[in-house]
């Protein structure tokens, strides 16, 4: 019988699809140790999303956690991290330092093995941050991206096409210890699979082990990972309930289960197996379960949304209030994936599709080009499989003020100022930290959100599920103080609500009744006023405050940024609608706002 591999992907991949990555690390240690001890050698630990969640949203430190998995894994596991080229773990691209910090880091922090993709299949984006890995003394894991393209669509992903990106890593020389197909979305079909497979053991030189990793979003998981065992692979990726099935990988009783009779054998104590779950589960209960975490959905084949981002957006939608706009956003992918030029739906490029995709639903079909999509259909990101539709880069072309570009980004970053050793170090100057290998990462990765970090401003927005008293949906309890309970689909809030201020889990939002205009209709904020009347400037959609770019008493110019905020993963500007001096400023920075909120006032300047 053949001994196939198994990576565990609960304790990184499981956490991202199901959770949004959003766990903390003193809750799956005893999980992880329990695996250890089960005889699971291999665990992919962190890395991906999971780098950033933990400073935007669990105020826990990457780094810490990677030192506490391989205390609890032993000397001898081999802990597997996933990096995106040359995003290495952010979600815009890194200049050669970070990019090699990124390796050295990770080494001295206990990892052994670093899996290395790029969205676009880009194989110049794999070669310096492979090489890098590689000289850091760690085990390069160098990745092809799969992904089903929905019904209809031709033009790449096919095995011919894989073939050919493996070729092109062979004939750049880059040093690599193995090979893994990676379908994020689990749309790649079993048909094409095996023969990629097939394709790939004939090139590679006999020495060289193949890995396969897909999800069960699209339900065909279990069918597609017995393909490529088929087609010969050494080892293939499983997870462990709860984080299982569904948007995760199947669970590795499961395959051992669908194994069962065959010629293939994983090499694990199913029954001690059996007892780390349970310990697993344990760990996990406090933690709410999105339900379409775990879910089995269809329509991913024509939508091809990976299961690492499905739950996390869903989450922020939900967090936003627009969680009814899912459905049109999923819909709307399958043109967005189309027209731009058919890059890999994983992390960062499915991020960009989703936020495209969402834009284009909420602000009116390609009215508001996404950032991310933007560069990416530029030329900013490295070359996409196939030539993006000339209409869509015209439009981000005029949208974004930028020039289409062929130059290699990592060429480009090196240059830019505004990214590398010399900016973070001046980010931390500025906020009087202290000058570390890994303070400086964190600043070049995670920006203003990992220096407020740094100085104990990070914000803990874990969704935990209530205490089992308030668990009925939809209940409110209070007392005579402006002070309430309030349970809503499942989640608890404590509101205060005092003066003109209500305040929920700490976080603070200002309201007010709006008068009404003449014609008894509410007086439209944002719009022209006369001169000495304050303007309203208004949040354009729900998300997160990251930093007021001006201060009361300032003038400012019609156009100018005087917002930053997030949402959705993304960071916009908020422009001033007049020119004149700002007045108020209504949110603080970290504060959760919605749709048409007053952020600031602005009195328009006399013409």
Known sequence: MKKIDVMITAFRDGFQ???????????????????????????????????????????????????ACREAAGPDANLQTLARGINVVGLESQPSDMIKLHAELFKKHGITTIRNFDALNDVENLDYSGRCIEEAGLQHEIAITLMGLPPGLSGAHTAEFYDATLQQILKADIPFHSLVFKDASGTATPKVVYETIKLAKQRLPGNIPTRFHTHDTAGTATLTYKAALEAGVDGIDLSMAPVSGGTAQPDVMVMWHALRGTDFDLDIDIDKVLEAEEVFKDCMKDYFMPPEALAVEPLIPFSPMPGGALTANTQMMRDHNVLDRFPDVIDAMREVVARGGFATS??????????????????????????????????????????????????????????????????????????????????????????????????????????????????????KNEAPAAQAAGTSSGGGDGTYTVTLEGERYTVKVQGGTATVNGTSYPFKVEQESAAGAPAPGGAAAPSGEAVAVTAPMPGVVLKALVRAGDSVAAGQPVMLMESMKMEMNVEAEVAGVVGSIEVSDGDHVVADQKLLTITPTAS
């Open 17 to 67: 699809s199901v959770y949004g990555a959003r766990v903390l690390t003193k809750d799956f240690i005893p999980a992880l140790e329990a695996a250890s001890r089960a005889g699971l050698r291999h665990f992919e630990v962190g890395g991906g999303a999971r780098f950033q969640s933990l400073y935007f949203y669990c105020n826990e430190d990457a780094f810490e956690m990677m030192d």
């Open 346 to 463: 994983v992390t960062p490029v499915s991020q960009f599709y989703f936020q495209q995709a969402f834009n284009n639903v909420m602000f009116g079909p390609w009215a508001k080009i996404a950032e991310g999509y933007g560069h990416m259909v530029l030329g900013y990101y490295g070359k996409t499989p196939t030539e993006p539709d000339p209409e869509i880069v015209a439009v981000a072309r005029e949208q974004l003020q930028m020039e289409p570009t062929t130059e290699s980004p990592r060429v480009l970053n090196d240059r830019d100022p505004k990214k590398g050793r010399a900016a973070a170090e001046a980010a931390l100057k500025e906020a009087g930290l202290e000058m570390t290998d890994e303070n400086v990462f964190i600043a070049a990765t995670c920006k203003d959100r990992g220096i407020a970090f740094l100085k104990g401003e990070g914000k803990l927005q874990v969704r």
